[in-house]
């Protein structure tokens, strides 16, 4: 009777053990196609011409010299951002390795939240809120609340104000965005948009 109890156990530990080993492969084979997976993610991405910049404390731009310094001086001559605001300091908001200090936004929050949505979002699809407020301060001295920026900026969205908030910064951001060659907008970009917004 005991070694019909030993054997009884023997067993029991085999397929215990047989059952740990199984879901051991299945663990492994869950985590390959996850790596697989993952790399599936890296080649589309690398595929579309960048990788996502997240973390960073500037914004990301693929766009010309010349057009972020048009960006400088559409906000210097519509009375957006400083005067005393060099071209050095605002060239940091594109490079960490440049960056001094932010850019004084001397309108109003919400006409700064409009701006960097419509200009840096799509280089900066998760993080633009938090670069916003690292790169740019309204009134001398006075930090921006990163909450207060996604809050009150769904208004604008939501009372349908996207393209008629501030005509001039649209423009500016336009012209930013804007390729060198003119397109007809294609109906999937229409779609794009209003997917978007």
Request: proline share 2%; hydrophobic share 30%; aromatic share 10%.
């Amino acid at each position: 009777m005991e070694e019909n109890k030993e054997n009884k156990q023997q067993e029991e530990i085999k397929e215990e053990t047989k059952t740990v080993e199984n879901k051991t492969e299945e663990v492994k084979d869950e985590k390959k196609k996850t790596e697989n997976k993952t790399e599936e993610i890296k080649e589309k991405v690398e595929n579309k011409g960048r990788i996502i910049h997240i973390g960073k404390e500037v914004f990301y731009s693929d766009k010309s010299e010349e057009k972020k310094q048009a960006v400088f001086s559409g906000l210097i001559n519509g009375g957006y951002i400083s005067p005393t605001t060099s071209i050095d300091i605002f060239m940091g908001i594109f490079d960490e390795t440049v960056f001094t200090r932010p850019v004084l936004w001397i309108k109003s929050q919400v006409s700064l939240m409009y701006f960097v949505y419509l200009s840096f979002r799509a280089d900066n699809p998760f993080d633009f809120w938090t670069k916003c407020a690292n790169c740019f301060q309204i009134r001398e001295g006075k930090p921006i609340n990163r909450e207060s920026l996604r809050c009150n900026f769904r208004s604008i969205i939501s009372k349908g104000k996207l393209d008629t908030y501030d005509i001039e910064l649209k423009r500016i951001a336009d012209e930013y965005n804007s390729c060198t060659i003119k397109k007809e907008a294609t109906a999937s970009d229409r779609k794009a948009k209003a997917y978007i917004t």
